[in-house]
């Protein structure tokens, strides 16, 4: 078999992937010990995001006339791939997180929603918080004044009374 015909499924797997991506980020693993890479690796199954290491040469391939060409400059040394196609911020946010305890992980730069961000844009996308937690926030500044109205409306109720 012909060694293209067996790097046309890793290029095809990775092209998948990345179709409903909301978001994609770059990592240099190197230096990372079993248990630091078996802890990234669960903490990113229990997100919900893809990260798997492919040869440079085969996301460079898969990367070709997608949004995620810019990354292709990045693709050096050994390199990880964290994908996401639910929550954007995600794979920026775990990755970063994890950074900070082992300092051999280094960002290296990443796509969130159509856009290329480098590794400062990437640290700063980590620092937006998960879509549930944004909702909640949403939600809690919406119900504060309806329920200090509801108070303020009791108390005059209860003046009244007495």
Known sequence: MAKVELKQPVVAEISELLKDAKAAVLVDYRGLTVEQDTALRKQMREAGVTYKV???????FAFKGTDYEAMSGKLEG????AVSSTDASAPARILFEFAKKAPALELKGGVVEGTYYDEKGIQVIATIPSREVLLGKLLGSIQSPIANLARVLNQIAESKEA
């Open 78 to 81: 050994p390199t990880a791939l």
């Open 54 to 60: 492919y040869k440079n040469t085969m996301m460079n």
